[in-house]
């Protein structure tokens, strides 16, 4: 109890941060709630992807590279080769997803993912995602993902 209550004062940690399960890789967490701020930001997509006024939103490590800004093809590369999210989210419970409901969040984002990709095609343009009529279930449903994961 003593240590919850150090981790809070020197850290600013916040009771349920400390109450946490511990991940095996918190930094892909991060790097997920990255992603989904981008894909709940419409206007983000507008000024990076469409009109490539690259103002830094992120400025950090991700994916093992430092990254200023986050583009479409690097949300894919994360969801579908980096992390087997799109095989099977339940499986990243407990290496950076905290329980089931963050997994159904993100399995439910991905399938809206696919139904842009599927309808659009994999060349697509970054506008032409955007632009589909299906992308605005992508943009709900990831900020759905973020308030899971955020209330976890």
Known sequence: MQLKRLLQYMYGL????????TLIHPELRKELIEIL???ADAEYQRLAWIEQTFAPKFE???????VQYIY???IVDFIYD?????????????VFLKNRDEAQTIASLILALEAVLGTVGLDATDETYI???????VITLANRALQTMHGN
């Open 14 to 21: 916040s009771q349920s941060e400390v109450s946490a399960p």
């Open 37 to 39: 701020q981008v894909l």
């Open 60 to 66: 950090s490590e991700f994916i093992g590279c430092a």
């Open 72 to 74: 479409f093809g690097l």
């Open 82 to 94: 980096g992390t087997g999210l799109v095989q099977n989210p339940a499986s990243a419970i407990g």
């Open 131 to 137: 632009s589909s009529p299906r992308w605005v279930d």
